[in-house]
């Protein structure tokens, strides 16, 4: 208004001095300004009215918005607690299903024309005789897992220990490389008294999961420009040989443990070696004597999303995972003699543990399984029987 007022003093001083009809055209122009200004103030208000309307109504979405968040967080913490209930009945039931399965293992899939020939009591070949005859002298399968014990925690998320069968002393290989080994005269001194070990230097490096102690001498592997087996004397404490395995490159055993080339591992037949080729798991029967490779065998089995291996009577038990840790199963079988099928075994879980399984070692004398998962030394009990064409 300010600006409009010397303007407006300007026309009526104009509007006394002009003649009648100057004055009638300035009077038009008053009347014209004066309708614009009255326009103008009407606008304003308006502007002003729906600027008020719009902000009642930006705090009043506000408030809902504040209150509709505090609705979601308490819907949330109430999901949170539904959730945290839903994951302990999930594990309630877990162990439930992992005690029935160890008190009623799967029974093996056998065809219904052996049922029939078992029944009648007739003897009805289906493989050559020659096929027949084990190449092992033992004739047992792992038919359940009947029992875990968690016995320690001791060292690295991954590492092997195992059992001498000779001396029943225990050895500890914490870790994926090294050259020192732990050695207690018990089981129950590593779970009493983890401090008491004695330890062991090993002239050369180890590396991976895959060694080994068998009939008083520690297997391992050793990686250079070559990969080596290698027998250390745990009597003399000193390398008694030394052998190059024949690979033809450096492929994990098994995808979730790529720190492992070459898995050594016994059983009642002496000792096996296992490792990678392409996209499957071979297996190779070793002179424990001498280190000499005397036969290999393409197992079938897929190194994709395997953990590790254990060789019970020559059939070998591959266990799987998932890259996101779950339940450990035996989902792949083979058996050199050719007398037990992936087909034909059953299919075993282990109970629900930590992570995955970095190593499994078989003791013959206990049918026990030394496992090593997220640095928790654990032992399963396993049982055997006859296998099916006994």
Not at 68 to 89: N, S, Y
Not at 284 to 294: G, I, P, Q, V, Y
Request: proline residues 5%.
């Amino acid at each position: 208004m300010r600006v409009f007022c010397p303007f407006f003093i300007l026309l009526l001083f104009n509007a006394r001095l002009a003649p009648s009809w100057a004055q009638y055209h300035y009077q038009s122009l008053m009347n014209y300004l004066e309708n614009r200004m009255l326009a103008m103030e009407e606008r304003i208000s308006l502007w002003h009215e729906q600027s008020n309307r719009y902000n009642s109504e930006l705090k009043e979405f506000r408030q809902q918005a504040t209150d509709l968040m505090e609705r979601l967080g308490k819907d949330h913490l109430k999901l949170q607690l539904d959730l945290d209930g839903a994951g302990v009945r999930v594990e309630r039931v877990e162990r439930e299903m992992d005690y029935i399965e160890t008190q009623n293992p799967p029974k093996p899939c056998t065809k219904a024309e052996d049922k029939m020939t078992e029944q009648e009591g007739i003897f009805k070949p289906n493989r050559k005789e020659e096929e027949l005859i084990p190449v092992t002298g033992c004739a047992d399968i792992v038919s359940s897992i009947r029992a875990m014990k968690i016995l320690k925690r001791i060292g690295n998320p991954k590492g092997v220990w195992t059992r001498d069968t000779v001396t029943a002393k225990v050895y500890i290989f914490s870790g994926t490389e090294g050259d020192t080994v732990n050695e207690f005269s018990l089981v129950s001194a590593l779970s009493s008294s983890p401090s008491s070990s004695r330890s062991i230097s090993l002239p050369t490096f180890w590396n991976g999961t895959g060694n080994t102690v068998h009939n008083n001498h520690i297997y391992y592997v050793s990686e250079g420009s070559e990969v080596q087996i290698m027998k250390f004397d745990l009597r003399n404490g000193s390398l008694v040989d030394r052998a190059v395995f024949p690979v033809d490159d450096r492929s994990p055993v098994y995808t979730l443990n790529p720190e492992t080339v070459v898995d050594l591992v016994a059983d009642e037949e002496g000792l096996w070696a296992l490792y990678g080729s392409k996209d499957n798991i071979n297996l190779a029967k070793m002179d424990a004597d001498t280190l000499d490779t005397e036969q290999m065998w393409d197992t079938g089995c897929p190194r994709e999303n395997a953990e590790s291996a254990f060789v019970v009577c020559g059939t070998v038990y591959v266990v799987y995972n998932t890259r996101p840790p779950s339940r450990s199963r035996i989902q792949c079988v083979f058996d050199v003699n050719d007398m037990v099928t992936s087909g034909e075994a059953p299919l075993l879980y282990f109970p629900r543990r930590y992570g995955a399984h970095s190593s499994l070692k078989y003791n013959t004398k206990e049918k026990q399984l030394y496992a090593w998962d997220d640095g928790y030394q654990i032992l399963y009990k396993l049982t055997l029987k006859p296998k099916l064409w006994v």
